[in-house]
T-cell receptor
């Protein structure tokens, strides 16, 4: 069965500093990996995905993530954090099979201070 | 940009009542999903639906729950005999296929009193 671990409940960074939100996964076969963001009282908003190809994927709002197969990780990064990036971030994994569901991690709250 | 639409945005129901949560997925998508989130915590998978049948369901999705695509556009989640612990935000999502991300609706906040 597939699973996702987000080891940090909260990440605190100062505005302008780089940020990393960690994610590791477990899945049979090749994974499809996703990051979603949730602002307060809002739905889940797609940020980026890794399906195949380049290990470094770029997404919305300047975010990027690096797929590392040997470490089974897919950490979310941004070179320079903004206060408006403060939100709840979810990593998700899907097995490479039709019909299998996207499974989410427990989420990491990112807090960017000015 | 195409959206997944969910109605109502907020529903309050008495314990033991039945509720139906409605979703209109993106029109050319083939895969449909329901998830729930309790108090801004983990997003939990409930069920996936493809080709007019359930393709996968979680342990949460017991006999209390059912899904239906009654008219080719709506996708509904029915919860029979609601319990207090069913209070959560319920998200509908749709996808065009295996390699695509899911597009989520803005959710229905269900409060069982």
């Amino acid at each position: 069965a597939q699973s996702v671990a987000q080891p940090e409940d909260q990440v605190n960074v100062a505005e302008g500093n780089p940020l990393t939100v960690k994610c590791t996964y477990s899945v049979s076969g090749n994974p499809y990996l996703f990051w979603y963001v949730q602002y307060p009282n809002r739905g889940l908003q797609f940020l980026l995905k890794y399906i195949t190809g380049d290990n470094l994927v770029k997404g919305s709002y300047g975010f990027e993530a690096e797929f590392n197969k040997s470490q089974t990780s897919f950490h979310l990064k941004k070179p320079s954090a903004l206060v408006s990036d403060s939100a709840l971030y979810f990593c998700a994994v899907k097995a490479n099979q039709a019909g299998t569901a996207l499974i989410f991690g427990k989420g990491t709250t990112l807090s960017v201070s000015s | 940009e195409p959206e997944v639409t969910q109605t109502p945005s907020h529903q309050v129901t008495q314990m033991g009542q039945e509720v139906i949560l409605r979703c209109v997925p993106i029109s050319n998508h083939l895969y449909f999903y329901w998830y729930r989130q309790i108090l801004g915590q983990k997003v939990e998978f409930l069920v996936s639906f493809y080709n007019n049948e359930i393709s996968e369901k979680s342990e949460i999705f017991d006999d209390q729950f059912s899904v239906e695509r009654p008219d080719g556009s709506n996708f509904t989640l029915k919860i029979r005999s609601t319990k207090l612990e069913d209070s959560a935000m319920y998200f509908c999502a749709s996808s065009g296929g295996t390699i695509y991300g899911y597009t989520f609706g803005s959710g229905t906040r269900l409060t069982v009193v």
